[in-house]
């Protein structure tokens, strides 16, 4: 056999083989049938998820689909916070879904998860009971943060927080379960805490369905502010705005 025909031989070959290629690709690259999806579903239901899933699915082929591109546009859906997806024979998409789990209200409508992170959850209802909590943009994870400091600590005094904000110029203020207003403030929160504390232990728990708010941006002593009064019974000078 002389070279020449040697070298024919393998262009026939590899002709034959990216054909037969090309056939085999065709032959699995066929349109998705089947969505799985599992998890841990606990706020919403796979028929939304579905409902929701639908549109990144719809005309796609088992082996052309861009996974990486569809998980990232999954993501955006709300009440997901991670998606893994894996193709199943012949012509199915397997959907792993974490779902988020909220743990407060936040200012701009939406949720926050255990990350202080927020996430739209419409048009599935959220949770009862969930806490207000507010800030600026970005501020989730710290006033989160701080939420759950509250709450472990005046837990000791048979408090619960059901708001809390912070401002703009950085103060802080919470609502307790039973709707009296804390005013903390921008500094020395640890102290100012610890000083409401004391004082709500020692006669103020006992007035506590008479009172509006406590303010407690002072150096010594506390503000209380009564139901039916239109300012408070100052006990020190205010030290911030």
Known sequence: MTRSSTLVGVLLLVVLLGAAGRTLWVWLDRPIERVSISG??????????????????????????????????????????????????????????????????????????TEGQPFRHEPVTPPQGLPDLSGPAGSGPEVLAYHDTLVSRLDDVGLGVYQLRLEARGAWRL??????????????????????????????GQWASHIRYIDLRYPNGVSVAWHGETEPVEDAEAEEG
């Open 175 to 204: 609502q307790l379960d039973d709707g009296i207003w804390v005013m903390l403030g921008r500094s020395q929160r640890d102290g100012r805490l610890g000083r409401f504390e004391a004082a709500w232990q020692r006669e103020l």
């Open 40 to 113: 841990d579903l606990r706020h919403v239901s796979a028929e939304y998820l579905r409902n929701q899933l639908a549109p990144l699915v719809q005309g796609q082929s088992w082996l052309s689909v861009d996974i990486d591109a569809m998980r990232d546009n999954a993501r955006d859906i709300g009440w997901l916070k991670e998606v893994r997806i894996h193709r199943e024979w012949p012509d199915a998409l397997r959907f792993e879904l974490e779902e988020q789990r909220p743990v407060a209200r936040w200012s701009d409508g939406r949720l926050l998860n």
